[in-house]
């Protein structure tokens, strides 16, 4: 309970001060000398653009992946946070303009020529193009065929450019930038900004340079699956708990833009700092896995995520879908080598037993410890006696002992798969704070 009571605490003060940041530009209109009075539009208009301005500089702090920051949430929630925000943000910068045209104001009226377009005016078509291709890249990156590491690197510049136009669009009409201390506020949140940028792109790969790993085995697992496993070079590693992933930069320098984010899938009791991931060929950047060679150096960025065990139960359910399984394995090792006498359940979904990771050695495992491996296959052999189709509330019953408030839920699978487990979790009175689930979905 003193654990969830700190977490809460820390996200309350994360969350004023990121409202605090988005409400300064408002705050700082209403302080200092103040310009000419407008009609009420334009400053609504304004003050949207601004606050929008603000909210997009704020997302580079976001993606920073500070632990402090991620920690009370979890990675996902902030990067999914990330997505929503953005698009409150765009929405926000095209309706300043909107605003102002429908208002009449002169500010939008078009010029006799081309050489006579303000510069600021140049700066917020640049900025909102950049915007609109950003979002567009983002929503349909998949329909679209674009892949992650093309996506990504154009994501960031178009970030930049959309930030860096915003600010300059401001600067070109200057209105508000008079008064010198809503000049030193600017000022300074495009130096915060900067500094998160070079914290993210420079300081923060030089220290992944002086903490490599090594690939000490390429281990092959069922449903076309590699497990990397990893050994810190030079230095003792790091701690993570159990359920919690890593950023991995396979092939070239920390300094790389794209990394990719994968779960530990080993026990986190391991005392050489050794971890393992656990990864399924997608046929897109996972295809080349199981070529790694071993002796490879790679980089690892975290532990992140709160995804993980630690709180009161009388028992742990684990509830997987496909590659899901990989931070349950950690939690089911883990709690082995730690020798928690706690019962173990394991429902465990796939498409046939071939594609079942990890199918081999849990049940072993379920022979030496008090674990209960359940499979349940969407396409089940002839004669197959296990549960088939998919899981719902009527395998929670067949398997679960009562009290089911009393139990500890992790789920972890496809987002379909999810919404279905949490809403059969639901209609069972199991509360809100007793289940978890992490997607992995950050784009």
């Known amino acids: 309970m003193q654990f969830r009571d700190r977490d809460f605490q820390r996200r309350v003060v994360w969350s004023v001060i990121y409202l605090l940041f988005i409400l300064a530009p408002l705050l700082a209109l209403l302080t200092g000398a103040l310009p000419p009075a407008r009609d009420f539009w334009t400053e609504f208009s304004v003050a949207l653009g601004y606050t929008g301005l603000a909210m997009m500089g704020l997302q580079f702090g976001l993606t920073a992946r500070f632990r402090h920051v991620t920690d009370p949430w979890g990675e996902d929630v902030i990067y999914h946070f990330h997505r929503r925000v953005s698009l409150l943000a765009v929405g926000l910068v095209v309706v300043h303009p909107l605003i102002l045209l429908a208002n009449g104001s002169d500010k939008m009226a078009m010029p006799d020529s081309l050489a006579e377009v303000p510069l600021g005016a140049v700066f917020a078509v640049l900025s909102l193009g950049a915007l609109v291709l950003l979002v567009v890249m983002a929503l349909w990156r998949t329909r679209l065929k674009i892949s992650y590491e093309f996506w990504h690197f154009t994501h960031i510049g178009l970030a930049l450019l959309a930030v860096g136009g915003g600010l300059l669009h401001m600067v070109g009409w200057g209105f508000y930038l008079a008064d010198p201390v809503k000049r030193a506020l600017w000022i300074g949140m495009t130096i915060f900004w900067i500094a998160l940028l070079l914290y993210v792109r420079i300081v923060k790969p030089l220290f992944m340079l002086r ?6 085995e390429v281990r092959a697992e069922r449903g076309d699956t590699t497990t990397l496993v990893m050994r810190p070079e030079g230095h003792a590693g790091f701690r993570f708990r159990p359920g919690q992933f890593g950023w991995l930069t396979l092939w070239g320098s920390p300094f790389r833009i794209t990394g990719h984010p994968f779960s530990f899938s080993s026990s986190a009791e391991a005392a050489d700092g050794r971890v393992e991931m656990t990864i399924r060929n997608l046929g897109d950047f996972t295809s080349g896995i199981a070529k790694v060679p071993v002796g490879r150096r790679v980089y690892l960025d975290g532990p992140y995520g709160a995804f993980t065990i630690g709180n009161p139960a009388d028992m742990h359910v684990l509830i997987a879908g ?10 089911i090792r883990t709690l082995i ?19 079942l990771t990890f199918r081999d050695e849990l049940d072993v495992l379920a022979k ?6 359940v499979y349940v296959l969407s396409q089940p052999p002839e004669g197959w006696a296990g549960e088939s189709g998919y899981i719902d509330a009527a395998v929670f019953k067949r398997h679960l002992p009562p009290g089911y408030a009393d139990h ?4 972890c699978g496809p987002d379909v798969m999810m919404d279905a487990i949490e809403a059969a979790l639901g209609q069972m009175k199991v509360p809100l704070s007793k289940y978890h689930s992490e997607r992995y979905s950050f784009v």
Request: charged share 30%.
């Open 337 to 355: 080598d730690r020798g928690d006498k706690r019962p173990l359940i394991l429902l465990y979904g796939g498409k046939d037993l071939e594609s």
């Open 211 to 216: 903490r490599p790993y090594r690939v000490a």
């Open 368 to 373: 030496r410890v008090d674990l209960t491996v």
């Open 322 to 331: 496909g590659i899901g399984i990989t931070p349950m394995m950690s939690m």
């Open 408 to 411: 500890e839920y992790f789920i």
